[in-house]
């Protein structure tokens, strides 16, 4: 799990997401402070959900912070459709992220972490 630094979410100015070469960096913008980035590698699936369309289930344990998920039926599912007889990965986690005003990021990925400047 991956908390970002406590700030008044009304200062949350919305994010940005590069992907490149099985790379994904997730940049979370906050006026008045330095935007806090989180890293994830070898990354094999992503998903975006509108704010209007989040389920209270995406929100939970989500809410500006990054979270494992446990057992999920997408990461279960994933493994079973990678039917790749050369795997690139050691294990596959399933992160979700909740960002007020934005929407939900998921990702099924070898790990993720937060990228200093």
């Known amino acids: 799990m991956i908390n970002l630094p406590e700030f008044d979410t009304g200062l949350y100015e919305g994010c940005e997401l590069q992907m490149l070469n099985g ?3 997730l940049k979370v913008n ?3 402070n330095p935007s806090f980035s989180i890293r994830f590698n070898k990354v094999r ?3 975006f959900t509108a704010l209007p369309n989040c389920s209270a ?3 939970e344990n989500s809410y500006f912070m990054l979270s494992e998920l446990q057992n999920s039926d997408k990461h279960s ?3 079973a459709g990678d039917t790749s007889s050369v795997k690139t990965y050691k294990e596959l986690h ?3 992220i909740f960002l ?3 929407g939900c990021h998921e ?3 070898e790990s993720a972490y937060e990228e200093k400047p």
């Open 77 to 79: 599912s994933f493994l």
């Open 45 to 47: 699936w992503h998903q």
């Open 94 to 96: 399933h992160f979700r």
């Open 30 to 32: 906050i006026a008045e």
């Open 100 to 102: 007020d005003e934005t």
């Open 107 to 109: 990702f099924i990925a």
């Open 23 to 25: 790379r994904a960096l």
């Open 57 to 59: 289930e995406m929100i």
